[in-house]
């Protein structure tokens, strides 16, 4: 009998071989996804190697050059559809969406290439918008309006053909989700949604106002007609962020795909919260004169921000405060670049852009030591037990 040679041997399973076992129904998706990012390292709630977000947008340096490849290969067949089938937009729509679906059947369901996957699923939400926007135009036979009483007669077909090319884009997009698991559809799904919210909204005031249940807005009512609107992105963004952060708590590890459509919700979320409030708070300029500036929603946008960072700490979301943060340094440059020729001295929103930059900064830094200074202090141990982990020790003395 021989000794010394109590190990087992070792072996390792093959992608393809995930893949197969997920084809024939041995395990889902979900499943392989998890073992996935298993063998990619084990996330550990007490360590200081995990301190960096895992978004998994990209996949390394070959799914770079693959997606360099993808691009290519989709600017090089459209030119070909577009001699081939030129003055023929819907069937070039068509050909485009079915190459997407084609190609990521090798580059997304067998290789899992994130960033080039990324890349084909918004090609075929894009060519696939295109392709029901021109069917249904045909379809319903909608023409620009020549008169007023043209332009209220195209109510039915109108309302029509936003329920046929969003609903469509909704059902392809899941689709596509259902077939891929590529997260950025959650976001395109949101975004549908939000349309669609803003459509039905304003049917019910069209039908209003020619039925005469609702006062028609005078040229002076335009700024509180504005400001009224502003309230349904605002919904819209609640309703979205809830969803994010509700997937953010299923998925306390970020293992699974469901972490990476709550990245994606919080991208579209973020603006369409910060957005009304600020212009509401500020009092901007719009089409139809100038928004007086209210404090309450001065107060609402500063609530907002604090609760923006309270939310990103505690369900460990860096990638919350992107859009935020982008948002006031984009407008913040806007506004500089305005007044420079009006003004000597600092504009307000030099102060804004030195402020945005020192927390991204400071947060950049030291996120996971704040997290557990702010968090782990104000929240009792129950709730903590439901959030991320934390990723760094305590602090000791």
């Keep these: 009998m021989k000794t010394g040679q109590n190990t087992a041997p070792t072996s390792t399973i093959s992608l393809a071989t995930l893949e197969?076992?997920?084809?024939?129904?041995?395990?889902?998706?979900?499943?392989?996804?998890?073992?996935?990012?298993?063998?990619?390292?084990?996330?550990?709630?007490?360590?200081?190697?995990?301190?960096?977000?895992?978004?998994?947008?990209?996949?390394g340096g070959n799914d770079l050059f693959v997606t360099v490849g993808t691009v290519l290969l989709t600017a090089g067949f459209y030119f070909v559809l577009n001699t081939i089938l030129a003055g023929r937009p819907l069937l070039i729509a068509a050909a485009l969406g079915l190459f997407a679906w084609i190609v990521a059947e090798v580059v997304t369901r067998q290789h899992r290439m994130k960033l080039s996957s990324t890349v084909l699923a918004l090609l075929f939400a894009a060519s696939g918008t295109v392709l029901l926007v021109l069917a249904v135009q045909a379809g319903l036979g909608i023409r620009m309006p020549d008169s007023l009483w043209a332009l209220i007669a195209m109510r039915g077909p109108v309302s029509q053909a936003g329920y046929l090319v969003l609903g469509g884009v909704i059902l392809a997009a899941a689709l596509y989700f259902w077939r891929f698991r590529v997260p950025i559809l959650a976001g395109v799904v949101a975004i549908a949604a939000t349309l669609l919210a803003f459509l039905q909204t304003a049917l019910m005031l069209y039908d209003g106002v020619t039925s005469g249940t609702v006062a028609p807005p005078s040229l002076?009512?335009?700024?509180?007609?504005?400001?009224?609107?502003?309230?349904?992105?605002?919904?819209?963004?609640?309703?979205?962020?809830?969803?994010?952060?509700?997937?953010?708590?299923?998925?306390?590890?970020?293992?699974?795909?469901?972490?990476?459509?709550?990245?994606?919700?919080?991208?579209?979320?973020?603006?369409?919260?910060?957005?009304?409030?600020?212009?509401?708070?500020?009092?901007?300029?719009?089409?139809?004169?100038?928004?007086?500036?209210?404090?309450?929603?001065?107060?609402?946008?500063?609530?907002?921000?604090?609760?923006?960072?309270?939310?990103?700490?505690?369900?460990?979301?860096?990638?919350?405060?992107?859009?935020?943060?982008?948002?006031?340094?984009?407008?913040?440059?806007?506004?500089?670049?305005?007044?420079?020729?009006?003004?000597?001295?600092?504009?307000?929103?030099?102060?804004?852009?030195?402020?945005?930059?020192?927390?991204?900064?400071?947060?950049?830094?030291?996120?996971?030591?704040?997290?557990?200074?702010?968090?782990?202090?104000?929240?009792?141990t129950s709730v903590l037990s439901k959030l991320p982990p934390f990723r760094i020790p305590p602090f000791r003395t």
């Excluded at 197969?20 to 990619?40: H, N, P």
């Excluded at 998925?251 to 009304?276: G, K, N, Y």
């Excluded at 009092?283 to 004169?289: K, S």
């Design 220 to 380: 002076q009512d335009g700024p509180e007609l504005v400001r009224a609107a502003l309230y349904m992105p605002l919904v819209c963004g609640l309703l979205i962020f809830a969803t994010a952060v509700a997937l953010d708590l299923h998925d306390r590890e970020r293992r699974t795909i469901w972490s990476d459509c709550a990245f994606w919700l919080h991208v579209v979320s973020a603006p369409m919260l910060v957005h009304p409030l600020f212009i509401m708070a500020t009092g901007q300029d719009i089409a139809f004169g100038r928004i007086e500036p209210g404090t309450d929603a001065t107060v609402m946008l500063t609530l907002l921000i604090i609760g923006f960072v309270y939310v990103a700490l505690a369900i460990d979301r860096r990638s919350l405060l992107v859009p935020t943060l982008a948002y006031f340094g984009t407008l913040g440059i806007y506004y500089l670049v305005h007044s420079a020729a009006n003004t000597t001295g600092i504009p307000p929103f030099a102060l804004i852009l030195l402020v945005v930059g020192s927390l991204v900064i400071l947060f950049g830094a030291g996120w996971q030591r704040i997290r557990r200074l702010i968090i782990g202090s104000t929240l009792p």
């Design 20 to 59: 197969a076992a997920t084809a024939s129904g041995v395990i889902s998706a979900d499943q392989r996804d998890r073992l996935l990012a298993m063998e990619a390292g084990p996330a550990s709630g007490e360590t200081e190697q995990s301190d960096e977000e895992n978004l998994r947008l990209i996949g």
